[in-house]
């Protein structure tokens, strides 16, 4: 495996849609769904932009989805760190297997590897199991194995670049170490420019803001970079976004997102709260003041916040010992009677529902779920 990425530079025509999707993480629902409202055809152009796997219990479904689509559409699957780690497994560098145990065994059945192996009729108990199942799919899934070793780092057509993580520079790409174009953290953070237009995933969207949870593709124009992770699999309240490219040679771009949710209607006017805040994994440990019946007051321990939390975003993380949660917020979203909202959850403080890829809470009446 090349230390340095690959990098594909395919002849788009101008005027053939191109659709970008990152960070799928195995959920084949959510991919279907999105590519029926983008109402995806063989006359399109589809770019993966990494962490196709992993992490979503139907990983090995996707894969085999995703090579038969291969067959009839134009697609280019890029990298993701998340994919990496399936490829450096089935590589089986020295002390690989010890070092990808703790892994798959936390990611269990959402593991791609670890569906493979249990398709085999193998359930590895250990790291000393992982030689057997490596050497089993690469004898029984040639056809899977070469898709994943078949996969780019970087795609470059027209004004656009597409890559899982992020790039350093435009020039010499296939000199960048390979990497680091897939687990690139907090890249539009990092203050680059660029005169192609960067298409990212890796780091979903809702993390960069620290008011409101934003999920849909942000379109940083001042940078030339659009992050398009919507948390699908990862957030509560994720969603798959599909950023669409009318013309690959042209710099407008639209999107669609799918999120499985229920959509009801709002029947009351709303304002939008002030002064709101957005709890994200990166800093996510709280201290519990006041239990309720199905939320907490809780407060946020680094910046002395208080809010209240769903009882079930709350939990224990093993490794320090602390209260956390799932990303939440106490923002109120601006929402008129006849709106249409997907719902997240419902509680005795209301609902919290999700409007244009922002989710909020609304105290008004609601009717229907469709």
């Known amino acids: 495996m090349s230390s340095t990425a690959k990098v594909l530079r395919p002849d788009i025509a101008p005027g053939r849609r191109v659709l970008a999707i990152s960070d799928i993480h195995g959920n084949l629902p959510f991919f279907r769904g999105v590519l029926k409202k983008a109402e995806f055809t063989p006359e399109d152009v589809l770019v993966l932009v990494g962490d196709l796997f992993e992490k979503g219990e139907e990983s090995l479904g996707l894969l085999r989805y995703l090579m038969e689509l291969g067959e009839t559409h134009t697609v280019y699957p890029l990298c993701g ?179 499985g949710l229920p959509v009801v209607t709002a029947l009351d006017d709303q304002a939008p709260s002030q002064d709101s805040f957005n709890i994200r994994w990166s800093d996510s440990v709280v201290e519990i003041l006041e239990e309720g019946e199905d939320v907490c007051w809780c407060r946020h321990v680094s910046t002395g916040r208080e809010m209240w939390i769903l009882r079930h975003y709350l939990y224990t993380r093993q490794s320090d010992g602390l209260t956390h949660t799932e990303d939440t917020t106490d923002y109120e979203l601006p929402i008129q009677a006849g709106d249409r909202l997907a719902l997240v959850t419902e509680c005795s403080r209301g609902y919290l529902v999700k409007k244009h890829g922002v989710t909020g809470w609304y105290r008004g009446r609601i009717k229907g779920r469709e």
């Open 81 to 259: 760190n998340c994919d990496h780690l399936d490829l450096i497994f089935l590589e089986g560098r020295p002390g690989i297997d010890e070092a990808l145990w703790p892994v798959f065994r936390t990611w269990d059945r959402r593991s791609l590897i670890l569906q493979m192996g249990a398709e085999l009729g193998l359930h590895p108990q250990g790291p000393e199991d992982l030689p057997q199942l490596r050497a089993e799919i690469l004898e029984k899934m040639p056809r899977e194995v070469a898709y994943l070793r078949g996969m780019a780092h970087i795609l470059q057509a027209g004004r656009y670049i597409f890559v899982h993580g992020g790039i350093d520079r435009e020039e010499d790409m296939e000199s960048l170490p390979a990497y680091g174009c897939m687990k690139n953290d907090n890249f539009v953070g990092q203050g680059r420019n660029f005169h192609h237009w960067v298409v990212v995933g890796h780091w979903p969207v809702t993390l960069y803001r620290t008011d409101i949870p934003v999920a849909r593709p942000w379109m940083k124009e001042d940078q030339h970079i659009v992050s398009i992770d919507g948390g699908c699999v990862l957030k509560v309240d994720g969603q798959l976004n599909a950023l669409i490219i009318p013309d690959i040679t042209q710099e407008h771009m639209d999107y669609v997102a799918y999120d």
